[in-house]
């Protein structure tokens, strides 16, 4: 219960700090309609999807959510 409660508060600080952050996609193949799925999603959260400096295209995980003023 205790950790459910950390993990609550975690989300909630996050959420109250505007947002502005970096976060990879899941795993799995980069097609056509898993990064329809995520970009709709990071433009959801006010982002953009960029590829990972130095991996490759075919794999979802390999790109990034950056929202906000993220670097």
């Given at each position: 219960?205790?950790?459910?409660?950390?993990?609550?508060?975690?989300?909630?600080v996050a959420a109250?700090?505007?947002?502005?952050?970096?976060y990879d996609l899941d795993h799995g193949p980069a097609d056509y309609d898993a990064l329809k799925a995520a970009t709709e999603k990071c433009h959801a959260d006010g982002g953009q999807i960029?590829?990972?400096n130095g991996y490759d295209s075919r794999e979802l995980s390999n790109y990034q959510?950056?929202?906000g003023g993220a670097k």
């Open positions: 219960m205790k950790a459910l409660l950390v993990t609550f508060a975690a989300l909630f109250c700090a505007g947002g502005a952050g970096t960029v590829l990972k959510c950056k929202v």
